[in-house]
């Protein structure tokens, strides 16, 4: 199994894991053609589990993500596409902060529903996501929470042509089961004032009390804030509006743990905005990420 660490595409995220301690197992973010979504069975409202307002119903749901990663010294550019029958799941969903474990079982015999070559134009040049990827792979999705993590993919994460934040992208999809579509993916601004500083040098937490993230925000109100940390083994995800300005974890979700077992720590800005073509509703989702180590001791 294949573990994809970045991304900037179409995505979708599907189920979630339970808030405070739960024994839910996730699917990681790539499983092999062999592999499949496996979970216990909970109810949604345990695992943060929740679908967007999208009215008329439309047959398939999609996200387009273009996602930049500042990791320490190293800045990434990623894209990818997901597509799901039904309903699409919300972007974030967490509030009070999701946790679980990560793994994924055989997965289901289903066809993966696609939207053909979908392309992404920067100024600098366009990126195109091969309509299949006939490695015999599957993807899924982590980035955008737990409620975008059960779909799985044909379409491989690509690296992709630089951008900056707040620049936008087009996006043009040829089409196939999700006819085309097109639309504007927004980037979103750059992260400033986060406290504590996420970065080269390890944040430093103490398990025995809750911990506060805050950011300085962007001011148009319309963007979600994601941060994810470890998690007994898995990870917990927590959201709020960019116009909250902080998001708090409390203290029975931290779990120790050192920047030597690779403690890693990661606050979101997604930007989303949302299309249609004639048989489904897809996100095009902006994400700027600030990603550095975490110690919880």
């Not at 490695?135 to 779909?151: A, E, K, Q, V």
């Not at 398990?207 to 319309?222: C, I």
Request: hydrophobic share 40%.
């Amino acid at each position: 199994m294949r573990l994809l660490t970045q991304w900037l595409v179409v995505a979708l995220l599907g189920s979630v894991a339970g808030c405070g301690r739960s024994g839910v197992r996730i699917a990681g973010d790539a499983a092999g053609a062999r592999d499949a979504w496996a979970v216990d069975v909970v109810t949604g409202a345990d695992l943060g589990i929740g679908t967007a307002d999208s009215s008329p119903e439309a047959m398939y749901a999609g996200v387009v993500l273009g996602m930049i990663t500042q990791d320490e010294a190293t800045t990434s550019y990623v894209a990818r596409a997901v597509f799901t029958t039904g309903p699409r799941p919300t972007i974030g969903g967490c509030p009070n902060c999701c946790c679980g474990v990560e793994e994924r079982g055989l997965p289901i015999p289903e066809e993966r529903p696609d939207a053909g070559e979908i392309t992404i134009a920067a100024a600098v040049g366009a990126t195109t996501l091969a309509t299949l990827d006939h490695s015999g792979d599957l993807y899924g999705m982590s980035d955008l929470g737990w409620s975008w993590f059960r779909p799985l993919s044909d379409y491989a994460p690509v690296d992709s042509q630089p951008w900056s934040p707040g620049d936008s992208l087009q996006v043009v999809a040829a089409g196939n089961e999700v006819e085309s579509f097109s639309g504007v993916l927004r980037t979103g601004p750059p992260l400033a004032g986060i406290v504590p500083p996420i970065g080269p040098s390890p944040v430093v937490v103490d398990y025995s009390q809750a911990f506060e993230v805050s950011w300085t925000p962007e001011g148009k109100g319309d963007a979600t804030m994601l941060l994810s940390l470890p998690y007994d083994g898995g990870i917990c995800y927590c959201d709020a509006p960019d116009s909250a300005g902080r998001v708090v974890v409390g203290a029975n979700l931290l779990s120790p743990i050192s920047a030597e077992q690779n403690g890693k720590i990661k606050l979101a800005r997604l930007t989303i905005s949302t299309v249609a073509s004639g048989n489904a509703t897809i996100d095009l989702v902006g994400a700027v990420i600030q990603a550095g180590p975490l110690a919880v001791e």
